[in-house]
């Protein structure tokens, strides 16, 4: 089993970058591939992008350009830098695990999620 601890979140301005981290707890977070989900208010959660154990990254189309993945397992971390953002990325950010080298875009199909950080865009 693994834990997971978002952190990073808060309010910026249109235009303005943000990182978020998730902390893993454990002995086998390399052995895990990770994502990002989000959910708006009112909406339901959606994936935001996924790295696998060797690296490999996938982003929904939404993101693409301006948010990237990343992990250092090293320090069972993973990472989403959010570049130029706009207030249609504001939402409770969740990081998620599954087991095995995949990559996984529907939330049904994570195994652990954490509780969520919230990113908030004004304009």
């Known amino acids: 089993q693994v834990l997971l601890v978002e952190s990073g979140g808060g309010l910026v301005q249109a235009g303005d970058s943000l990182r978020l981290s998730c902390a893993a707890s454990?002995?086998?977070?390399?052995?895990?591939?990770m994502g990002w989900f989000r959910q708006a208010p009112g909406k339901e959660r959606e994936f935001v992008a996924a790295?696998?154990?060797?690296?490999?990254?996938y982003y929904a189309d939404s993101v693409k350009g301006r948010f990237t993945i990343s992990r250092d397992n090293a320090k069972n971390t993973l990472y989403l830098q959010m570049n130029t953002l706009n207030p249609e990325d504001t939402a409770v950010y969740y990081c998620?695990?599954?087991?095995?080298?995949?990559?996984?875009?529907?939330?049904?199909?994570?195994?652990?999620w954490g509780k969520g950080t919230l990113v908030t865009v004004s304009s």
């Open positions: 998620a695990a599954t087991r095995g080298d995949r990559i996984v875009t529907t939330a049904t199909g994570m195994d652990y």
């Open positions: 454990g002995r086998t977070f390399s052995t895990y591939s």
């Open positions: 790295i696998k154990w060797r690296f490999s990254t």
